[in-house]
């Protein structure tokens, strides 16, 4: 149990500085603040997926997360890499 525990501490971790970091990116991509940015990230599709730990998303990296962000953002939908 505290394994399970301890991987979910990890995870959520990884999240955090995955998204601070992402955040960063929408800002300069969008020319928008903060609080708008991680807006946009939170109600997009790629979060939603990036939060379920089983996607193992999270295993790409800053940059390659966010041309998917864009991709969304432009399409209205996201072609995930087979193995991520």
Known sequence: MADNTNEKIQFRAILQITAASLVEMIKKSENTDEKDAMKNLRESKLYKTLENEETKLWRLSVPEL???YIE???????????ET
Do not use: N
């Open 66 to 68: 966010f041309s998917l």
């Open 72 to 82: 969304e953002k432009k399409t209205d939908g996201i072609a995930f890499p087979e």
